[in-house]
């Protein structure tokens, strides 16, 4: 078993406009039934209070039988964070700059210390308001963490983040308007287990 989630990290929103954007796109999904007004301990992220699935639930998602477990709510995160995707491993890393990729992981998924040492520390420097700048072992060139890609996008870091939990496959629909409440801001979907 374990728990499903499916997150959509906005990576554009600042530290200025996360807090803004998040409550705006929550007053949205209240007011459309898609999650419940009222926060109730319903979710596994930090304090465990989050907003049930609504009335119209199943207008997101692409199965409508309602979710029976007790962690069933929507949490959103704001200001930096380092989302994942739970349990396993990060297979590739991709330099922004000259899309050099970096295998992670050895032939039985086991991560690489050798290659994850140019990454060591950086995300916790970003989350910790830092550049969090890695030297990409092909370019020789730096840039941010928070820049780099990662095979089945299992990082992402950004300021705001919707954490929706044991939902069915959110559509591409309902994701297509999060963006458009986000100011057309791109966003990331990652989807894992705890
Ligand atoms: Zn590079």
Not at 125 to 131: I, L, S
Request: proline letters at 5%.
């Amino acid at each position: 078993m374990g728990d499903y989630f499916q997150t959509i990290v906005d990576l554009d929103a600042t530290e200025q406009d996360a807090a803004r954007l998040g409550a705006v796109l929550l007053d949205r999904l209240i007011a459309d039934g898609i999650v419940d007004a009222e926060r109730t301990d319903c979710v596994l992220d930090a304090d465990g209070y989050g907003n049930a699935p609504g009335p119209n639930y199943a207008k997101a998602v692409d199965d409508p039988e309602p979710v029976e477990l007790w962690s069933n709510g929507l949490y959103i995160a704001t200001g930096r964070t380092v989302f994942d995707s739970g349990q396993g491993e990060a297979g590739v890393a991709t330099c922004p700059l000259c899309a050099t990729t970096i295998r992670l992981v050895d032939d039985t998924w086991c991560p690489v210390d050798d290659a994850w040492e140019p990454f060591a520390g950086r995300f916790e420097d970003w989350e910790k308001g830092g550049e969090g700048a890695v030297e990409c072992t092909s370019c020789h060139r730096p840039s941010g963490i928070d820049r780099w890609s990662w095979e089945d996008g299992y990082y992402a870091c950004g300021q705001l983040g919707l954490t929706f939990w044991n939902w069915a496959e959110l559509t591409p629909d309902f994701e297509q308007e999060v963006r458009r409440r986000l100011g057309g801001h791109r966003t990331v979907t990652l989807r894992g287990k705890l």
